[in-house]
């Protein structure tokens, strides 16, 4: 579901046509209550994204990321899973008990904002239509005193939704419990 089908919905939803017009006075606007829909199910749904990381000098650069990294959840180099810490001497980096090279790194990311409206959000299928139940919600919510009653009933949908997404989506080691010892 891209952004254009997100604002589609959520204008047919609130009872609005959704011609070119009708499109362009309320993309903005939505876009903002899409992407604070976006935010909100990333941390309930803590999605998880492994890539490629250079380590240099023990380290890796966690800015260097694709996605805005929130928490580091494992290193591989070799097949191997590597230690790490936080380097507190600087920020969105993390030191690697690990030799110099490539490594994998999965961590738990933000997705991207929306912005274009081919864009779609890196979250899964069931979040999607969740997303539409927010804006519909926010923009209900955000109207006249006789919409608002039903913007309650859109944020109660969109909440109890998000309590039967599991927190632990995607995660391969949800469940797993290792001695380090």
Known sequence: MTLNDIIVSA??????????????????????????AIMDLALTVRPIRTEKAAIANGRIDCNALERECIRVMSIRQCGREADFYADERSAGMVRVNADNGEAEITYRFMPRMLTNATDEPELNEACQQLIVTYVVARERASGEVNTQRGGNIYFQLYETGKQKLRPHMGGRDAYMLKNRW
């Open 11 to 36: 204008l047919i939803q609130t009872g609005r046509g959704h011609d070119a017009q009708t499109m362009d006075t309320w993309r903005d606007k939505l876009t903002g209550f899409a992407n604070d």
